[in-house]
């Protein structure tokens, strides 16, 4: 992708919702410098990291991050900073997605074959390992708190995909378990993007512990209304086959909100197979019950409205309006 393909591409983001318009200029040099980042002098290593990420993904990270550090009163002095910051959590974000799918033999990202399924396990293992180590490379020069966060985050989304793994199709699951796993696996990128926006802007302790709990609660609603996606679709929409972390026996919301009400579906869930065919379509209409969806969107939505209540604690500005305009958006994307 040029650099005005990737122009083009930034402008379609920052205008999908008028969200990132304030940021335009800053998500556009975010969006340049992480394709530059992805070449490699191994010509295979390129290839899947571009594959990857010029492929799609909606860039909400580096948007919260730089809205973030603008609403949390950050200037132009360190909006480098900001930039490579959004930058290295987007790098991350994009080396699990390649490890999970090699986890998951994941067949499917962003609706094409993902990297696991035309490049294979190894070389995608590589070019996950690749994107990390050019993270880092962001990473090196911030001081050493903002490392520290960083690498934080890292460790628990590591412990979060080996804790997810040990709770598949385990029958017993229960609410606070899921939130652990997805405390760890999706929100400790918001967290860590929204604690180093706000340190980076130079914000007060409190102000930088409010930005992390907020980046929290947005990662966990973010993560619950996509548990939700997963089994309503369509395919075309959340660019997988619908019910994929169903049949691997990943314990998503909807799973965890069932298996307290449904004996039938902790024995499905619970048997420690595959769910395929007429079974999983049958399982996918079990969790389809209007009233457990719906439950499952009052759990995202009182996430959201945490988010937003410490949003308010900012002075008023247009990045903060945004940023409240990116929050309600996660509870808003249709189901």
């Known amino acids: 992708m040029s650099e005005t393909q990737a122009a083009v591409r930034c ?27 992805l070449d ?10 571009h594959y990857l990420v010029d492929g799609g993904g909606k860039r909400l990270r580096p948007m919260f991050i730089l809205l973030a550090y603008r609403a949390c009163g950050g200037s132009d002095a360190k909006l480098e900073d900001a930039i490579d910051a959004s930058i290295a959590l987007e790098l991350i974000h994009s080396a699990t997605l390649l490890h999970d799918d090699i986890i998951d033999c994941g067949m499917l990202r962003r609706g094409k074959p993902s990297a696991f399924a035309r490049y294979g396990p190894a070389a995608s293992l590589v070019a996950g390992d690749y994107l990390f180590c050019r993270a880092f490379e962001l990473c090196g020069r911030f001081e050493e708190r903002l490392v520290h966060t960083a690498a934080r985050a890292c460790i628990q989304l590591t412990e979060g995909e080996v804790m997810e793994g040990r709770m598949r199709h385990r029958a017993a699951a229960n609410l ?11 929100a400790s990128l918001f967290s860590a993007g929204g604690r180093v926006a706000a340190d980076l802007a130079g914000a007060g302790a409190e102000t930088i512990s409010d930005m992390e709990r907020l980046g929290g609660a947005v990662g966990l609603a973010f993560q619950m209304v996509d548990d939700l996606l997963d089994i309503l679709g369509p395919e075309e929409k959340i660019g997988k086959p619908v019910g994929s972390d169903l049949r691997l026996g990943i314990m998503s919301l909807p799973v965890v909100l ?9 024995t499905l869930f619970g048997n420690g197979n595959s769910l395929e065919g007429q079974v999983l379509d049958h399982v996918l209409s079990l969790l389809r019950q209007p009233e457990l969806i719906e439950r499952g969107r009052a ?25 409240a305009m990116l929050i309600d958006e996660q509870i808003n994307r249709d189901l």
Do not use: F, W
């Open 11 to 37: 402008g379609a983001v920052a205008e999908s919702s008028n969200i990132g318009i304030p940021i335009r200029a800053a998500l556009r040099a975010a969006e340049e410098k992480l394709l530059r980042l």
């Open 40 to 49: 490699s002098n191994e010509a295979l290593i390129g290839e899947i990291c």
């Open 176 to 186: 606070d378990d899921y939130i652990a796993i997805i405390t760890r696996k999706t």
């Open 258 to 266: 069932g298996l307290r009400s449904n004996p039938e579906l902790r």
């Open 299 to 323: 759990m995202a939505a009182q996430h959201v409205a945490g988010a937003q209540e410490l949003l308010m604690r900012l002075p008023p500005s247009v990045y903060r309006d945004s940023l």
